[in-house]
């Protein structure tokens, strides 16, 4: 053990002692490490920042607020389920299983119209009685079990009434009126990150996508997701599809054009955009569209988790149906990172399941043995199917599927939005969390004396912020390559956090252009981003006295 530490040791004293002598192969060691470990050192050195500043630290996603609304009904849903149970039976703390019959009239009489969050429930149940043909008594009993959490997952994927209420909600939020609900599928998950790994996971033991196939990734992209695509332990190999601010985070026609080429197999993207924060136009979702038609195979897979950020949003998923995996989570619109709640949604008809009936022979017939174990017809398993037993290893796909009581929650925080869809009203609570990020953007980008980009696109929920354009309007042109000569962008993220006591995101671990920091929206009050400005013009004003430099303009903030 201790002799591999000292080998470890020693190979990181030769990469750092390299990278020293190399500003090259600094930067390229910086983007190896990746913006979440760096901002990890950064937290500590704010913490005993020298200003003695409390610390502001914009460099998270985790949202700062909750929807309190489907708590409240989950605590009393619950409480509700229990009493069903003891109904049944009850010695000490020992209850019974909870029975169907009746149980809709039980509901009723146990809901209290005068009270809000009864008044929620009842109307979270007509909702899915009248807009979604669900049977009452069916649905409160699929919902009391689940909630309890007394069965297995069955079926695995996912409850059939926790399907259909998912469906209306990804509809309602995601699609932008193309109909799909009705011939999506959809598989719960421990959160988007687990959906991706399991995707990726599954695309690789189907042989969907083999060693040294090509994959596109847009980028600039959510660091985990550069690493994860398994790149490394597929053997597949990236290649970048970029957007740059010039163009407003708009992929260009050439970059799209890469993905004409059939050796492209996959094409990945987070949309409204991480770090940029910038969803497709209309414009570039009809040009894929025509790139999809010259490369048929492609498979889509797009993170959409921003996309009730966006206005008027609507998700690849909608306009390519049949070539595109979705992943949805629902941690930040609803500050429910700790519950780990997201989901994988796929059409009926889709590629993946067309690739999987055209594979070689030998292909097929490893994986009818492969699947065999937990089916009769492993042939006519679906992919998304696949996915879910493979997210067990296959053998344990008895016991896959998300928890019930998670499902009874994510359903809760999608009937949220479906009451007030249902009667085609603004769901207050959307309008609130895109307010809540607007506002905070609008304050930064006033105190840091920027244009805001207030297009329709934009979903506000982080921006990229370039310091050299701001040391440039702060003290010239001559400032920024003083900078750019004195200090790596690392040194100015440490300085920012050990002096200033500010944490933000490094841009280029996200592939985004050197000099940008990633600024969250999400976690602060709006204040903190006039404070965060502030700060960060103070340290550029102490580099600049450093430099021997005269400001040519007032410091914005
Ligand atoms: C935050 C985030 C998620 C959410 O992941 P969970 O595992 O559901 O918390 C997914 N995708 C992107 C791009 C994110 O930034």
Same mark, same amino acid.
């Given at each position: 053990? /201790?002799?591999?530490?000292?080998?470890?040791?020693?190979?990181?004293?030769?990469?750092?002692?390299? %990278?020293?002598?190399?500003?090259?192969?600094?930067?390229?060691?910086?983007?190896?490490?990746?913006? *979440?470990?760096?901002?990890?050192?950064?937290?500590?050195?704010?913490?005993?920042?020298?200003?003695?500043?409390?610390?502001?630290? #914009?460099?998270?996603?985790?949202?700062?607020?909750?929807?309190?609304?489907?708590?409240?009904?989950?605590? /009393?849903?619950?409480?509700?389920?229990?009493?069903?149970?003891?109904?049944?039976?009850?010695? !000490? =703390?020992?209850?019974?299983? %909870?029975?169907?019959?009746?149980?809709?009239?039980?509901?009723?009489?146990?809901?209290?119209?005068?009270?809000?969050?009864?008044? *929620?429930?009842?109307?979270?149940?007509?909702?899915?009685?009248? &807009?979604?043909?669900?049977?009452?008594?069916?649905?409160?009993?699929?919902?009391?079990?689940?909630?309890?959490?007394?069965?297995?997952?069955?079926?695995?994927?996912?409850?059939?009434?926790?399907? #259909?209420?998912?469906?209306?909600? +990804?509809?309602?939020?995601?699609?932008? &009126?193309?109909?799909? #609900?009705?011939?999506?599928?959809?598989?719960?998950?421990?959160?988007?990150?687990?959906?991706?790994?399991?995707?990726?996971?599954?695309?690789?033991?189907?042989?969907?996508?083999?060693?040294? !196939?090509?994959?596109?990734?847009?980028?600039?992209?959510?660091?985990?997701?550069?690493?994860?695509?398994?790149?490394? !332990?597929?053997?597949?190999?990236?290649?970048?599809?970029?957007?740059?601010?010039?163009?407003?985070?708009?992929?260009?026609?050439?970059?799209?054009?890469?993905?004409?080429?059939?050796?492209?197999?996959?094409?990945?993207?987070?949309?409204? =955009?991480?770090?940029? &924060?910038?969803?497709?136009?209309?414009?570039?979702?009809?040009?894929?569209? /025509?790139?999809?038609?010259?490369?048929?195979?492609?498979?889509?897979?797009?993170?959409?988790?921003?996309?009730? *950020?966006?206005?008027?949003?609507?998700?690849?998923?909608?306009?390519?149906?049949?070539?595109?995996?979705?992943?949805?989570?629902? =941690?930040?619109?609803?500050?429910?990172?700790?519950?780990?709640?997201?989901?994988?949604?796929?059409?009926?008809?889709?590629?993946? !399941?067309?690739?999987?009936?055209?594979?070689?022979?030998?292909?097929?017939?490893?994986?009818?043995?492969?699947?065999?174990?937990?089916?009769?017809?492993?042939?006519?398993?679906?992919?998304?199917?696949?996915?879910?037993?493979?997210?067990? =290893?296959?053998?344990?796909?008895?016991?896959?599927?998300?928890?019930?009581?998670?499902?009874?929650?994510?359903?809760?925080?999608?009937?949220?939005?479906?009451?007030?869809?249902?009667?085609?009203?603004?769901?207050?609570?959307? /309008?609130?969390?895109?307010?809540?990020?607007?506002?905070?953007?609008?304050?930064?980008?006033?105190?840091?004396?920027?244009?805001?980009?207030?297009?329709?696109?934009?979903?506000?929920?982080?921006?990229?912020?370039?310091?050299?354009?701001?040391?440039?309007?702060?003290?010239?042109?001559?400032?920024?390559?003083?900078?750019?000569?004195?200090?790596?962008?690392?040194?100015? +993220?440490?300085?920012?956090?050990?002096?200033?006591?500010?944490?933000?995101?490094?841009?280029?671990?996200?592939?985004?252009?050197?000099?940008?920091?990633?600024?969250?929206?999400?976690?602060?009050?709006?204040?903190?981003?006039?404070?965060?400005?502030?700060?960060?013009?103070?340290?550029?004003?102490?580099?600049?006295?450093?430099?021997?430099?005269? %400001?040519?303009?007032?410091?914005?903030?």
């Amino acid at each position: 053990m /201790r002799r591999i530490l000292c080998g470890i040791l020693a190979i990181c004293l030769l990469l750092a002692a390299s %990278a020293l002598a190399d500003p090259a192969a600094e930067k390229e060691l910086e983007k190896e490490i990746g913006a *979440f470990e760096i901002t990890a050192e950064q937290r500590e050195l704010a913490r005993a920042n020298e200003a003695g500043y409390p610390v502001l630290d #914009a460099g998270r996603g985790n949202p700062n607020w909750i929807n309190s609304q489907a708590r409240y009904a989950f605590t /009393r849903f619950m409480n509700f389920a229990i009493g069903e149970c003891e109904r049944v039976m009850q010695e !000490d =703390s020992m209850a019974g299983q %909870a029975r169907k019959d009746g149980i809709g009239e039980r509901f009723d009489a146990a809901m209290n119209p005068e009270d809000p969050t009864d008044a *929620f429930l009842i109307a979270a149940v007509e909702y899915c009685v009248n &807009s979604l043909g669900l049977e009452k008594d069916g649905l409160i009993k699929e919902l009391v079990d689940a909630v309890i959490g007394d069965y297995y997952p069955s079926p695995s994927r996912c409850l059939p009434n926790t399907e #259909a209420i998912l469906n209306a909600f +990804l509809q309602a939020t995601l699609y932008h &009126s193309t109909e799909l #609900a009705g011939s999506t599928g959809v598989f719960p998950t421990e959160g988007g990150s687990a959906a991706m790994v399991y995707i990726f996971e599954s695309l690789s033991h189907n042989r969907l996508l083999k060693p040294g !196939d090509r994959i596109a990734i847009a980028t600039p992209i959510f660091t985990p997701y550069m690493q994860i695509p398994s790149v490394k !332990d597929y053997g597949l190999v990236s290649i970048d599809v970029s957007s740059t601010e010039e163009s407003h985070w708009e992929i260009d026609e050439a970059e799209l054009a890469k993905l004409e080429d059939p050796s492209v197999k996959a094409f990945f993207l987070v949309n409204p =955009s991480n770090p940029a &924060s910038h969803a497709l136009s209309e414009m570039t979702l009809a040009r894929l569209k /025509r790139v999809v038609e010259k490369n048929p195979d492609l498979i889509i897979l797009t993170d959409d988790v921003y996309g009730t *950020f966006a206005e008027e949003f609507q998700s690849v998923y909608a306009v390519l149906p049949h070539n595109t995996i979705l992943v949805y989570s629902f =941690s930040k619109l609803y500050g429910v990172t700790g519950w780990r709640i997201g989901l994988i949604a796929m059409n009926e008809e889709n590629v993946c !399941d067309r690739l999987l009936r055209e594979l070689p022979e030998e292909d097929r017939a490893y994986l009818r043995a492969e699947y065999s174990i937990v089916t009769t017809a492993p042939e006519e398993l679906p992919f998304l199917d696949r996915v879910v037993a493979d997210s067990r =290893s296959i053998g344990l796909y008895h016991t896959s599927g998300l928890s019930t009581p998670s499902q009874v929650f994510m359903d809760l925080l999608a009937l949220s939005h479906l009451i007030y869809a249902g009667r085609g009203e603004e769901d207050p609570y959307i /309008r609130l969390a895109n307010e809540t990020v607007h506002q905070r953007y609008a304050a930064l980008m006033k105190a840091l004396g920027l244009e805001p980009d207030e297009s329709a696109t934009n979903a506000q929920y982080y921006t990229l912020v370039d310091v050299y354009d701001l040391a440039e309007a702060e003290y010239g042109a001559e400032f920024v390559d003083w900078l750019k000569a004195e200090k790596t962008e690392i040194e100015f +993220l440490n300085d920012l956090a050990g002096r200033k006591g500010v944490v933000l995101m490094y841009g280029p671990g996200f592939s985004a252009p050197d000099g940008t920091v990633r600024v969250s929206l999400a976690n602060l009050n709006t204040e903190d981003y006039e404070e965060i400005a502030r700060r960060l013009f103070e340290l550029l004003d102490e580099y600049a006295e450093e430099a021997g430099l005269e %400001a040519v303009q007032e410091n914005a903030a």
